[in-house]
């Protein structure tokens, strides 16, 4: 299929948003960043990821293989939060008050998490502006298949090597992350008939500075990891490698459960997040590791708010929303759909709401630009 190119989209095309209303000072308050949370969210992840790392350096050089291999386990979990999770909510900026320490905790997880925060800017500037309109935002492209395959399962939760992305941007495995990271250090995008190499082609057209911006990066990660091989082949310290380069995709299974749900099997093509974005309830350790992004529903209505005040938003505008899911709820749901879609291929499903919630917005909103904030996310080209 055919897009319009994004630079024509940004002048043709506006969706019409639907949020729960919120009174402008509870909104202002709402969207108070706090350095104190942020080190706590961004400082413990980053200690874990230490700590784990120490863990599995120590069961190795002790040759203790049942220990290691647990280590390792947790120390995967860990770090493949730091992929895509993390660098999600620095990128947007609204993480640490102090705004230069956004950046400086963002390099970090990117290196660790082989990501390219740069395409991912852009990217993801569209997908909050466009949310599951394709002409507009192909991060996302619906229908998502919520697989359970056995070979599938067996890699998220070991070494996650070949598997497909779930999502547009998010490149599957370590081979294919490895291979799109090399194709990137070179200026190459791939076949334009494969979705990600499409968006990414369509975005590099439309912020060539930022497709430059993620060709050095690109390199800067191979310079990286590569230092890393280099040091483990001249030191025999082998384990090296696995605690920095290849972590992001060992035990995936965690991140994969609690993130395919943001949109899986709800509707695009609508302009009500309430249908097109699923919210759920996590255990207190799944949502940290997460970054709170669990409440994804009230992240699309207002991303500028810190993702430790989601929870609130979601207080302060509950009798407007549908209940969160549980995480078995939520996958439930999603496998319902899948079945129903296989057979039906139009079929979407219809987030029922509350009888308290509203369809129309009739009063006008009180701050426009706090509203549609975003944080610091968007590349200069796209502000």
């Excluded at 129903?340 to 630009?369: C, H, M, N, W």
Aim: hydrophobic share 40%; glycine share 6%.
């Amino acid at each position: 299929m055919g897009y319009p190119a994004l630079a024509d989209v940004r002048k043709t095309f506006r969706v019409d948003w639907y949020r729960s209303p919120v009174p402008g000072a509870k909104l202002r308050e709402l969207s108070r960043r706090s350095d104190r949370q942020a080190w706590f969210q961004a400082g413990g992840h980053l200690t874990l990821f230490i700590l784990t790392g120490a863990l599995v350096f120590h069961f190795w050089t002790l040759q203790l293989q049942g220990a290691f291999l647990a280590a390792l386990f947790c120390h995967g979990t860990v770090t493949s939060f730091m992929r895509g999770v993390a660098a999600h909510e620095l990128g947007h900026g609204t993480v640490f008050r102090t705004k230069w320490l956004n950046k400086a905790f963002l390099y970090p997880f990117s290196l660790i998490g082989w990501w390219d925060h740069y395409d991912y800017g852009s990217s993801h500037t569209y997908h909050h502006r466009y949310t599951l309109h394709p002409e507009g935002d192909r991060e996302v492209l619906l229908p998502l298949e919520p697989s359970l395959a056995s070979l599938f399962m067996l890699q998220l939760f070991t070494i996650n090597i070949t598997t497909k992305p779930r999502r547009v941007f998010d490149k599957g495995g370590l081979i294919s992350t490895v291979w799109v990271t090399l194709q990137r250090a070179f200026g190459v995008d791939g076949p334009a008939r494969v979705p990600i190499f499409e968006w990414f082609r369509a975005l590099h057209a439309d912020q060539p500075e930022e497709f430059r911006k993620s060709v050095r990066w690109s390199r800067l990660l191979l310079l990286f990891h590569g230092s890393i091989l280099l040091i483990a082949i001249a030191t025999g310290l082998w384990v090296l490698p696995l605690i920095f380069s290849t972590a992001t995709f060992t035990a995936n299974g965690i991140r994969y459960f609690v993130t395919l749900p943001q949109h899986c099997g709800l509707q695009d093509n609508v302009n009500d997040f309430r249908k097109s974005v699923r919210s759920m309830r996590l255990n207190p350790l799944f949502s940290f590791l997460y970054w709170r992004m669990e409440w994804h529903l009230e992240h699309h209505m207002y991303a500028g708010v810190p993702c430790y005040n989601l929870r609130k938003l979601y207080e302060e505008i509950a009798d407007d929303l549908p209940e969160p899911r549980t995480l078995i709820g939520a996958w439930k749901e999603m496998r319902m759909v899948w079945r129903v879609q296989k057979g039906d291929p139009d079929y979407q499903f219809d987030t029922p709401l509350p009888p308290t919630a509203r369809r129309i917005r009739s009063e006008k909103p009180e701050e426009i630009e706090l509203e549609s904030s975003i944080g610091d996310l968007a590349p200069a080209g796209l502000q």
